[in-house]
């Protein structure tokens, strides 16, 4: 039985040793010590420059070196400054004074920022010492700690002195809310037609403030221009307008007051300001302003700013209605002020115009699709400032270097023909702007497709009843077309087959002529031309595959225009090709007619190639460019 109530005894004594404990963590530690002996200790103590301030004068040595002065105390905002002095006691040196407080009112003053003073050691009995402490702006408010302690010989914790002289003496503080407020008396001194005067009451707390003109009644949205003082002059106003200015104290670099706002109009103003002025872009770099002419002027004067804000100066005299400006830069905003001079003294409200010169920049997004073997789409996004674009299709990746001579669209697609199937080509586009500037070279590129060449027929036994056919195989087929038939002329369809080569024909003896038409069929690029051969005739159109046109080209020399004729039926593959000395193709055109007019005149004077050339043909000519 005693046993059990032992155990109950112990049981209850660690539970209440817990409780305890815990009831002492939840408390400041007080570090306690010798202040008697020696006189190491804190003889007065006051604030000032806070809401309320504490005054503790003579309190001498706390019994147990702690003493915590629950009914003295002090208040202060939240980014104010508190002065203090200290006073020590009898003991002649090294006496190191400190101050903490528990910002964060945890129950401690462990946390970064919370050591607010640490002075130099004493050297004489009694001595002053004085400082000053900031509240923090983001102090939590209400009631926490603040501790002073005076330690021998150096510095302690704030729950120990280094030795076992000193004393610690514990106060309340209260942190109240940060006070910036609002400029008052706001007022006008003078309102002239474009200038105006201000003057409002200084502030406390304030470091400065912020004020903003404007037409609204509304609070800005923006941050004002900031001012030291606490009146202020505001010129380039425009007669007989309402006015709002709008005035807030700055009491730290991310504190202001609520937004004092005051209306006022300005005075009417009796010399004419110009009307309908007018900006237009010249080039990337210049634009041209008119305004008309003011009845009774004697001159007009103007300026250029990057802000909307009036002039301060008296401007730029200028007798005539309108100005050529240059040496601006694309994409920047500006603002053309103009007014008028009714007298040398006397001048009308600014006039502004906004603008904003569209640079002349490389088309952007280039696209390149549908690239065939003959073929590609290119297109780009369209540039603002553009008047038309210069392109060229070619096989060299340097941007061209002329001048002129490119091929020009108003539109921003287009699509390069005549191409030669697997090959790479480069695709250059550049906008033309204004008058004559133009942009940096855009450039893509693409590889056109392998084709769908047609077969190459060899007929053994022509011009008999039984004649056969076979022909190349074609790399890219998935099979082939062909048609017998007593028409020259090529076929819509034929008969399919995978094969190469056909048995002989057994022809009717009807004394007819016979064709036969092949066609290859390639994956999904479709049909190659028809290739066609005579198996018997007659003779009257066996002339046809031997096709070799008789061309002629003149004049040459050249200057503008050149013809080039065709002496012989024009096949609908033909293409013309012209490229310089070095092979550049520098034009492609579909030969359409027998008689071709070429234009030449964009050519630089020398010596260039012309191709003509189709599926089964091509003969190259030399031509001279004179000037």
Request: proline share 5%; with cysteine.
């Amino acid at each position: 039985m005693k046993n059990r109530s032992l155990n109950v005894f112990r049981f209850l004594l660690m539970l209440l040793t817990v409780v305890i404990s815990k009831s002492v963590n939840a408390q400041y530690c007080m570090p306690g010590g010798d202040c008697s002996t020696y006189g190491d200790y804190i003889q007065d103590f006051s604030t000032t420059g806070a809401t309320t301030n504490i005054t503790n004068a003579s309190s001498g040595c706390s019994s147990g070196g702690y003493n915590y002065f629950s009914t003295i105390s002090a208040s202060a905002e939240q980014g104010s400054t508190i002065n203090f002095s200290i006073t020590m006691g009898p003991f002649p040196a090294d006496e190191y004074f400190q101050i903490w407080i528990d910002w964060n009112q945890d129950l401690d003053f462990d946390d970064a920022g919370e050591e607010m003073f640490l002075s130099a050691p004493t050297t004489m009995p009694y001595e002053l010492v004085t400082g000053s402490l900031t509240v923090p702006l983001t102090a939590p408010l209400g009631t926490t700690r603040f501790r002073l302690m005076c330690s021998y010989y150096s510095p302690g914790t704030h729950c120990a002195f280094s030795s076992i002289y000193g004393e610690t003496e514990d106060y309340d503080i209260t942190v109240l809310p940060f006070q910036c407020n609002e400029p008052t008396a706001l007022a006008t001194n003078t309102v002239g037609m474009n200038n105006a005067n201000f003057i409002w009451n200084a502030m406390a707390n304030s470091i400065g403030y912020e004020y903003v003109v404007d037409q609204l009644a509304s609070n800005p949205t923006t941050t004002g221009t900031l001012t030291t003082l606490n009146s202020l002059s505001i010129s380039g106003l425009n007669s007989s307008t309402n006015y709002f200015i709008h005035v807030r104290s700055k009491c730290a670099a991310t504190v202001f007051s609520n937004w004092s706002t005051l209306s006022f109009t300005t005075l009417f103003n009796p010399c004419d300001h110009p009307l309908n002025a007018t900006f237009t872009a010249l080039s990337g770099s210049s634009g041209l302003f008119n305004w008309n002419a003011v009845a009774g002027t004697t001159g007009y004067f103007y300026e250029i700013k990057t802000t909307a804000v009036n002039p301060a100066s008296s401007g730029i005299p200028l007798p005539d209605t309108s100005i050529t400006i240059t040496g601006l830069m694309a994409g920047t905003q500006y603002y053309f002020f103009v007014r008028n001079a009714c007298s040398t003294s006397s001048f009308s409200d600014w006039v502004s115009i906004p603008f904003i010169i569209e640079p002349c920049y490389l088309p952007p997004s280039m696209l390149v699709s549908n690239a065939t073997d003959t073929s590609v789409d290119f297109a780009w996004s369209s540039v603002p400032a553009a008047n038309y674009y210069e392109y060229q299709v070619d096989r060299n990746y340097a941007n061209p270097t002329a001048g002129s001579g490119f091929s020009f669209i108003t539109t921003t697609n287009t699509t390069a023909s005549g191409l030669v199937e697997l090959t790479k080509y480069y695709i250059h586009v550049r906008a033309r702007c204004y008058t004559n500037d133009s942009s940096a070279w855009a450039r893509d590129s693409a590889t056109t497709r392998r084709g769908c060449a047609k077969p190459i027929v060899t007929v053994t036994g022509g011009n008999t009843d039984s004649p056969s056919v076979k022909w190349n195989r074609v790399g890219n087929a998935i099979g082939y077309e062909y048609l017998l038939s007593n028409n020259i002329n090529p076929p819509a369809s034929g008969t399919k087959t995978p094969n190469v080569s056909l048995p002989a024909f057994a022809l009717p003896a009807d004394g007819k002529n016979y064709y036969f038409h092949v066609r290859t069929e390639c994956s999904n690029i479709g049909y190659s031309k028809w290739a066609t051969e005579p198996l018997r005739t007659g003779g009257v159109e066996v002339a046809s595959f031997n096709y070799e046109p008789m061309l002629q080209l003149y004049p040459n020399p050249a200057q503008n225009n050149m013809v080039m004729k065709i002496g012989s039926q024009n096949q609908s593959d033909a293409v013309i090709s012209i490229a310089d000395v070095t092979g550049k193709i520098l034009n492609t055109i579909i030969v359409d007619s027998d008689e071709m007019n070429l234009d030449v005149s964009t050519l630089p004077t020398g010596v260039y190639m012309l191709k003509y050339h189709t599926d089964s043909y091509q003969r190259v000519m030399k031509f001279v460019v004179e000037r």
